[in-house]
């Protein structure tokens, strides 16, 4: 079975530090898809970040990025700079290229101290 | 703008009834999804749909039914047989053969009373 697995129910990270969040998965498929998401306590879902499987390089968006290490199937993000506005829960999630069905882990809940 | 609207946002419902919840999207996306969310569970696929007109069960379809019988709407109708109703429940969408983003609404929040 196709899993996620996010081993940090809650964290917190003091304002303008840098917290990693980590997520690992399970699959015997060797071309997919990763994904953060971010839900605010407005409840929108909203994409933080994408990664293809097929790429070596981690993908960066501006204070987010990744650590992809598809041997070990871990994919941790890394908020550099932290933001009050970045306090909400982080969610991975990946895909099997071919497939509707996207796995979900169950969640990060990340608090930003001021 | 483009987007998923999901009404109502929330929603009370007596034991026994079954209430439906409307998703619809302006994205021209082929893919819907419906998932839970409870608390520590994450989401769970209840069902989604590639295409009008057709959809499949996810890990959790019992109790939830829904139709496709336009591209823009995917409305989910949770029955009496659904013993566990009260949570939070996310529409999404994507773009056909794109393993890319998925699309979220607001969510609704059912109570059963």
């Known amino acids: 079975a196709q899993t996620v697995t996010q081993s940090q129910p809650e964290m917190s990270v003091q304002e303008a530090e840098t917290v990693t969040l980590s997520c690992t998965y399970d699959?015997?498929?060797?071309?997919?898809?990763l994904f953060w998401y971010k839900q605010p306590p407005s409840r929108q879902m909203i994409l933080v970040i994408r990664?293809?499987?097929?790429?070596?390089q981690n993908a960066t968006e501006n204070r987010f990025s990744v650590n992809f290490q598809k041997a070990a199937k871990s994919f941790s993000l890394k908020i550099s700079d932290s933001q009050l506005g970045d306090t909400a829960m982080y969610f991975c999630?990946?895909?099997?290229?071919?497939?509707?069905?996207?796995?979900f882990g169950t969640g990060t809940r990340l608090k930003v101290l001021a | 703008d483009g987007g998923i609207t999901q009404s109502p946002k929330y929603l009370f419902r007596k034991e026994g009834q079954n209430v439906t919840l409307s998703c619809e999207q302006n994205?021209?996306?082929?893919?819907m999804y419906w998932y839970r969310q409870d608390p520590g569970q994450g989401l769970r696929l209840i069902y989604y749909?590639?295409?009008?007109?057709?959809?499949q069960k996810g890990d959790i379809a019992e109790g939830y039914s829904v139709s496709r019988e336009k591209k823009e709407s995917f409305p989910l109708t949770v029955t009496s047989a659904q013993k566990n109703p009260t949570a939070f429940y996310l529409c999404?969408?994507?773009?056909?053969?794109?393993?890319?983003?998925?699309?979220f609404g607001e969510g609704s929040r059912l109570t059963v009373l």
């Open positions: 999404a969408s994507t773009r056909f053969a794109n393993t890319g983003e998925l699309f």
């Open positions: 699959t015997s498929e060797s071309n997919y898809y």
């Open positions: 990664q293809e499987a097929y790429k070596q």
């Open positions: 999630a990946f895909i099997t290229s071919g497939t509707y069905k996207y796995i």
């Open positions: 994205l021209n996306h082929d893919a």
């Open positions: 749909s590639q295409i009008v007109n057709d959809f």
